[in-house]
């Protein structure tokens, strides 16, 4: 019996050992993720029966270093881009996939604007009206990810062209 009791005390101490491990570590300053120093603000979702819709919203970076988001996925939607809007040839705004993913400076913030950059949903899986709430995860280029809740709400006022067949195609000959 004093040998079981023996290999007991060791793993209790071993136990403990862990713990006071664990407990030095939180008290250090450690590398933050991406993920920690971004805020989310204001994220909203236009509301949409079927097809593409999109997500605005605030993003801040409290951090010492830029922030670079570089996917971002929901459950309403089969898959997501990130767009930004560019003038196609003939002068109008469309919108395309923002290569890279974006960056948020430093101590500074990137805004999702109707008009501006915006986060994708290329297939919603089932209308999405105002009231709801979408589930959104954000994922950064050190691999973090953050998830957010964006309210649904009805827009109007947005020129950006929500159908798929928009693309910024040069004109042949122009
Ligand atoms: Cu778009």
Redesign the pocket.
Known sequence: MRNLHTRTAGALAAAVLCVTVFAACGDKEQTATQADSVTVSDQWVKAADSG?T?AFGQLANTGDSQIHLVSVSSPASGYM?I?EMATSDSGGMV?REKEGGLVIPAKGSHSLDPGGD?L?FMDITAPVTAGQTVDLTLTFDDGSTKEVEAQVRDFSGNE?N?DPGTTDTPTPGA
Request: aromatic fraction near 12%.
């Open positions: 593409m999109a881009e767009h919108m915006h994708m950006e929500y």
